[in-house]
């Protein structure tokens, strides 16, 4: 929480920020297919909390989903 606090504070700063790309990692234990659906949940999950927390605009927030955005 507080690194992400200190994230947006960055953002905001002039000149402000013009797209926030977010990815999801796993580590290489368990099935693939498991690990690439946490990642997807895990991108979605910060970029929904930081619009919804910080009232950053979703236009400029994207989390990253294999070679998609949202």
């Given at each position: 929480d507080d690194?992400?606090?200190?994230?947006?504070?960055?953002?905001?700063?002039?000149?402000?920020?013009?797209?926030?790309?977010?990815?999801?990692?796993?580590?290489?234990?368990?099935?693939e297919m498991y690990n690439d659906k946490l990642s997807v949940r895990r991108s979605i999950t910060i970029r929904k909390w930081l619009i919804e927390k910080f009232r950053l605009d979703p236009k400029k927030v994207i989390a990253e989903i294999g070679r998609a955005h949202v």
């Open positions: 690194t992400l606090s200190r994230l947006v504070a960055y953002l905001l700063r002039d000149p402000q920020y013009t797209k926030l790309v977010i990815e999801g990692h796993t580590d290489s234990i368990g099935p």
